[in-house]
C-alpha cells in the first residue's frame, strides 16, 4: 500500500490518433486530450482531483510506447489500484503499463536526461488501410542509407533553429543529439533519434527533409547545411504527425525507472 502523499511514476502507451496531443486545454472542453483521460481516471481512483506530469508533450496524432509520468498520491492506494483502476476507466486506446513509487523530487519530465523518438514510414506501392493512422506512406522509393548519412551531421551539441517550428517556447534552440539510426525492414523504414530533449516540431521537422534526401531531391549534406544555416523556412515541410512515437525516456540510474520500448507491431527491425 502506498500512503497518501507518496509520488508515484507511471508507464503509459498511446495511440494518439483520437486526440489533440498530450497536454490538457481547459480553455477548449469539447477537445480530448491524453493527459485529461489519465486525470479523470486517476482522480475516480482516488475520489479526488489528480494532476498529472509527463516526460514529454507530444502533440496530436502522436503516439507514445513508453511515456512517463508522476503524480503525488492524494490517499492510500496500492499500485496496482492505481494501474488496474485506471485502465478500467481509460479508454482502450490509452493504457498504464508500469509503475513504482519514487522519491519526492523526482520529476518525469526534468528528471529526464535523454527521450527517444520512433518515425515509421511505409514506403510501399498503396497505402496501408490497417496502419493509415500509425505510419506515414510514401510511395516511392526511398534510399535508406542516404537518410542514415544525412543525420549523421545532427550528432552532438548543435543549435536546432533549422528544424525548429516558429511556436516553440523553449529558451534556447541548443541540444544535443546523442544518436541517430535508420532501420528498414522490407517496405517499412524507421528513423530513430535520441537526445536530451526536443523543440517544438524538432522531429518531424528533420523527418521531413531527411524524406526529401532519401527521395534523391537534396543530397546527402543537405541536414548538415540546413542545421548551419539555422534558417527554418529553407527546410522541408513538417512530416505529418502519425507516424511518430515517443519510444523510450532515460532517468538517472539512481531513480530506477525503467526506459525504452519496442513498437508493439514492429519490433524487431535490423539496420541495412
Not at 121 to 137: E, F, H, Q
Not at 164 to 189: H, K, L, N, W, Y
Request: proline share 6%.
Amino acid at each position: 500500500m502506498l500512503p497518501a502523499g507518496q509520488r508515484v511514476a507511471l508507464k503509459i502507451e498511446y495511440d494518439g490518433s483520437a486526440y489533440s496531443g498530450w497536454q490538457s486545454q481547459p480553455q477548449l472542453p469539447k477537445v480530448r486530450t491524453v493527459q485529461t483521460e489519465v486525470e479523470v481516471a486517476l482522480s475516480k481512483i482516488a475520489n479526488s482531483p489528480v494532476r498529472v506530469f509527463c516526460a514529454g508533450r507530444t502533440d496530436t496524432g502522436v503516439h507514445a510506447a513508453a511515456q512517463w509520468l508522476h503524480f503525488d498520491a492524494p490517499c492510500d492506494r496500492s499500485l496496482k489500484a492505481w494501474i488496474v483502476g485506471a485502465n478500467a476507466q481509460l479508454p482502450l486506446d490509452v493504457r498504464l503499463t508500469d509503475g513504482l513509487s519514487v522519491a519526492e523530487d523526482f520529476h518525469a519530465r526534468h528528471s529526464a536526461v535523454a527521450r527517444q523518438y520512433d518515425y515509421l514510414i511505409a514506403n510501399t506501392r498503396t497505402p496501408s488501410a490497417l496502419l493509415a493512422n500509425r505510419m506515414v506512406w510514401v510511395r516511392q522509393p526511398l534510399d535508406a542509407n542516404l537518410m542514415r548519412c544525412s543525420l549523421q551531421a545532427l550528432l552532438g551539441e548543435q543549435d536546432f533553429s533549422a528544424f525548429r517550428a516558429a511556436s516553440c517556447q523553449s529558451t534556447t534552440p541548443m541540444r544535443f543529439m546523442e544518436s541517430t539510426q535508420v532501420f528498414r525492414r522490407g517496405d517499412i523504414i524507421q528513423i530513430r533519434v535520441v537526445a536530451n530533449a526536443f523543440l517544438h516540431h524538432m522531429v518531424r521537422n528533420i523527418v521531413g527533409s531527411c524524406l526529401q534526401v532519401g527521395l534523391c531531391e537534396q543530397p546527402a549534406g543537405w541536414l548538415g547545411e540546413l542545421l548551419a544555416g539555422r534558417d527554418r523556412t529553407q527546410a522541408a515541410a513538417t512530416a505529418p504527425p502519425q507516424g511518430l512515437y515517443l519510444t523510450g525516456v532515460r532517468y538517472p540510474e539512481s531513480r530506477s525507472v525503467p526506459g525504452s520500448a519496442d513498437l508493439p507491431f514492429f519490433p524487431s527491425a535490423t539496420q541495412e
